[in-house]
């Protein structure tokens, strides 16, 4: 059985036991004449979140154990004379192995993959009854259980708020625990680039140039003559973030102003709704615009004053990535200035302000620590954007603060290295690694420095 067919099972039984339960404890309180502890809803979700919440944590569980152990089943039934050879490596094997299972052949293929894929088609069809019976089994059990406990002192919708307030707890461990994994893996995949690398040389190189790799970095005392200075992809990332901030916050937050203390509920009602559009469009159709119809008007109306422009140049694709972040500046800023008390509107009146003066005497600080949380949101999202950078600024990594020249990102140059097969014992693929874990200390510190002044603002205007 299929796990979406095994989860739509599971969901038919939970379905079952919530108008079962339902219904039984509208039968007990007609009979008792007598209100129960809590609502008839409550008595129908406890057995049906038992019958559904316990099964999927048993698939997710199993899922997750079957992988490691059919591993390691399969590299102990390979033959002694393949794992002992030192060409042997247990990731192509397993690999082979999984492609014949899934029907992927090429050329001839060895005895011990046949074997290896037979036996792991057994092990997973096996595998698959097991969970299934497992997970419908417990299903049944836990609607059951929940059925059984139905009674007119049963505090069910304590029981029901409990397992929510579980479920969040859990929701928010995986969160932090994703996290967590991610930041490590980044930083152990760098620690081993840096013992190819000095990180002084990546750090204050200026010239990238993975392409091409040289003798090994340490201990041959050969230098390759592959360059891994860092500093040109960090001055084109916040030479494009500066174009795109010049453009999206001006144009966002006057914006957010006209739209929460100058327009009319009319006007509102199909600007707003207009705005947040571009939010939607896919980033790429943002690269296609930017490459076929911004970078040609820059080249050309640079050409005709007499400017050398690039035909994939930083201005291009900063002023487009600027258009794309605007909804992220309007929309939140907005929502911010609705949020001031009108009481503060109507003191400025009463002093005599004008509604400009209002405005920028006493909503726009108010809102202030709002606007600059908008502000970071649009930060990080320029800071991390590619496809736009890959088709409309290139992925040249020149040294260049000219935005009229073509120049890359550090997130443009990571998509670039990581693209198809790759080695992850070389310099080039780690440097992947220490790019993202540089970018991730950047912002880190961006955000740190714009929070305490959140935080600072926020306390003055609260």
Known sequence: MQNFQLIAVCLCIATIAYFYGRARIVKQANIAQSRPNSLPVFYGLFPALLGLIIPVIIIAIWLISES?????????????????SEEFSASVALAQIYNLADGISVGEVEGWVKQGAAQFIAWKSSSNMMMSMAAIASSLLCSLYGIRLIGLNFRARNAVERIIYLGLIACSIVAIFTTIGIVFSVIFESIRFFRLIPPLEFLTGLTWNPEFEGAARAGSGQGGVAAYGSIPLFVGTFLISIIALTVAIPIGLLSAIYLSEYASKSTRSIVKPALEILAGVPTVVYGFFAALTIAPLFKGAGEAIGLSVASESALAAGFVMGIMIIPFISSLSDDVINSVPQSLRDAAFGLGST?????????????????????ILAVSRAVGETMIVVMAAGLAANLSVNPLDAVTTVTAQIVTILVGDQEFESAKTLSAFALALTLIVITLSLNFVALRIVKKYREQYD
């Open 68 to 84: 490691i152990i059919m591993d390691m089943m399969l590299l102990n039934a390979l033959p002694d004379t393949l794992t002992l």
């Open 355 to 375: 509604k400009s003066e209002a405005v920028k005497n006493v909503v726009l600080p108010a809102a202030l620590s709002g606007i600059v949380a908008s502000i």
